[in-house]
């Protein structure tokens, strides 16, 4: 098993007896979740072989075009030898990229629901620094302050508690260290109405910068461009 597994069953605040790690990710969900689900067609699609190899074509085409897309490496500050959190973490490049921000030594573990985007991601991605494990973000699986630095990128407009996870982020967070989310916004009406249609919600202006401070971040910013908003806070 890669050191990165070895470090996510450390951090665990229920470890399995005999943690299934079959497939190159760590599998939580195998007796289900009592967390609410999603079943909008966005999410059945992500949950789909074909449809997360057409996520992972179209993110990285995106990524390469918007600068928007990309997550605030820098800002984050991950101590060298640290651990960062990627919550909804897909095809896993974000992952790998957060795990090269932190340097030798460091770590970064992904989260997902979804087998078919976890198997990409262990294809792709996995390896002595980064991790996956299947797991509901709103009920994530870890001890409290247990991660350098949390993101999240398109995935918290899928999470029927959206409140939930965004307080499982906070309390996995160390104090003193960083989260940043990118969500889709109220932005071009039409294509607003499709993602509504599909399962997935999109926010308002203030939300989530008032949910997160609601949870007790501190120095929260929220930056709009067009339909992408990304929302940026410290744990005091
Ligand atoms: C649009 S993709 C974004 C993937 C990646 N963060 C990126 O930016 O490329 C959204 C991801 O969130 C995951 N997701 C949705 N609901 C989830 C939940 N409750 N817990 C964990 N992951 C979830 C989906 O399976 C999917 O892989």
Same mark, same amino acid.
């Given at each position: 098993m890669d050191d990165a597994l070895r470090q996510a069953i450390e951090l665990l605040l229920d470890p399995p007896a005999h943690p299934d790690v079959s497939r190159g990710y760590l599998d939580l969900l195998q007796s289900g979740t009592d967390a609410p689900s999603n079943s909008g067609v966005i999410q059945k699609a992500w949950a789909s072989r074909a449809g997360s190899m057409l996520y992972d074509h179209a993110q990285l085409l995106n990524r390469r075009l918007l600068?928007?897309?990309? !997550? !605030?490496l820098d800002w984050l500050g991950v101590p060298p030898g640290g651990i960062a959190l990627d919550v909804g973490s897909g095809p896993g490049n974000i992952t790998a990229a957060l795990a090269r921000a932190v340097g030798p030594g460091g770590a970064a573990l992904g989260v997902d629901i979804s087998e078919a985007m976890l198997e990409r991601a262990v294809a792709a991605q996995a390896g002595p620094r980064v991790g996956f494990v299947r797991a509901d973000a709103q009920r994530l699986p870890f001890r409290d302050a247990s991660f350098d630095a949390v993101v999240s990128l398109a995935a918290l407009q899928l999470m029927p508690d959206v409140v939930a996870a965004a307080s499982e982020m906070v309390r996995v967070l160390r104090p003193g260290c960083r989260i940043a989310v990118m969500v889709p916004t109220v932005g071009p009406a039409a294509a607003m109405r499709v993602l509504a249609k599909g399962g997935a919600r999109f926010f308002d202006e203030d939300e989530l910068g008032d949910v997160f401070e609601g949870l007790g971040l501190a120095g929260v910013r929220t930056r709009t461009r067009g339909p992408i908003q990304w929302v940026r806070g410290q744990k005091a």
């Open positions: 600068s928007a897309t990309r !997550p !605030p």
